[in-house]
């Protein structure tokens, strides 16, 4: 008799599996991107003792004294790897589907145990 793999077991090749695609459908291009980069380099004068300039730096209306950014102040998305890109958005549904399949399996065998003690299994 051949016994079926245990659904624990499936879950996870599942999610390592979604995980490799998605870091393989992002990573050798940002991989060559950053290894064809050039490195920035120090300047050649040494450093000088002068102060820095002290500019005042601008700020959205109503933003004074406030050290948080406003909603909608960012930038959209560009490449997948940046805030609220699609990686990262397939990242947040991978855990949450992780943990409620972590919760979804305590409550299962919570009542499985529950019924056999109770002698309905």
Same mark, same amino acid.
């Given at each position: 008799?051949?016994? @079926? !793999?245990?659904?624990? #077991?499936?879950? &996870?090749?599942?999610?390592?599996?979604? @995980?490799?695609?998605?870091?393989? #459908?992002?990573?050798?291009?940002? $991989? /060559?991107?950053?290894?064809?980069?050039? @490195?920035? +380099?120090? !300047?050649?004068? !040494? #450093? =000088? +003792?002068?102060?820095?300039? +002290?500019? !005042?730096? %601008?700020?959205?209306?109503?933003? *004074?004294?406030?050290?948080? %950014?406003?909603?909608? =102040?960012?930038? *959209? %998305? /560009?490449?997948?790897?940046?805030?609220?890109?699609?990686? /990262?958005?397939? @990242?947040? &549904?991978?855990?949450? $589907?992780?943990?409620?399949?972590?919760?979804?399996?305590?409550?299962?065998? +919570?009542?499985?145990?529950?019924?056999?003690?109770?002698?309905?299994?």
């Amino acid at each position: 008799m051949r016994t @079926l !793999p245990r659904p624990g #077991a499936l879950l &996870v090749a599942i999610v390592l599996g979604l @995980l490799a695609a998605v870091s393989t #459908a992002a990573g050798p291009a940002a $991989a /060559q991107t950053a290894s064809t980069a050039p @490195l920035p +380099t120090a !300047p050649a004068s !040494p #450093a =000088s +003792t002068a102060p820095l300039p +002290t500019a !005042p730096r %601008p700020t959205a209306a109503g933003a *004074e004294g406030n050290s948080l %950014p406003r909603p909608n =102040s960012g930038a *959209e %998305p /560009q490449a997948s790897g940046d805030r609220g890109g699609w990686a /990262q958005l397939v @990242l947040m &549904v991978l855990v949450f $589907a992780a943990v409620a399949a972590v919760i979804g399996r305590i409550a299962w065998a +919570t009542s499985k145990r529950t019924r056999a003690k109770a002698g309905g299994v």
